[in-house]
């Protein structure tokens, strides 16, 4: 959808993606779409647990809901 679909990134990494989101619908929504789209996902539903995420390493695009 987004990268122009599967494959999109194939011989090179794919961009990796931390998603935060206290909604666990929306939260399995983007990540199966994006994971569909070629992207490596991450996710988290609070702050703390993006934050542990991001001290063993930081993605290339952070999703952050700012109304949690």
Not at 2 to 27: C, E, K, Y
Not at 52 to 67: E, F, N, V, Y
């Amino acid at each position: 959808m987004l990268s122009g679909g599967p494959g999109a990134f194939a011989g090179h990494d794919a961009p990796r993606i931390l998603i935060v989101d206290d909604d666990p619908n929306l939260l399995v929504l983007l990540a199966d779409q994006l994971r569909a789209d070629g992207y490596e996902i991450q996710t988290a539903r609070d702050g703390e647990e993006a934050l542990r995420r991001l001290r063993s390493a930081w993605p290339d695009l952070l999703i952050i809901d700012m109304m949690m």
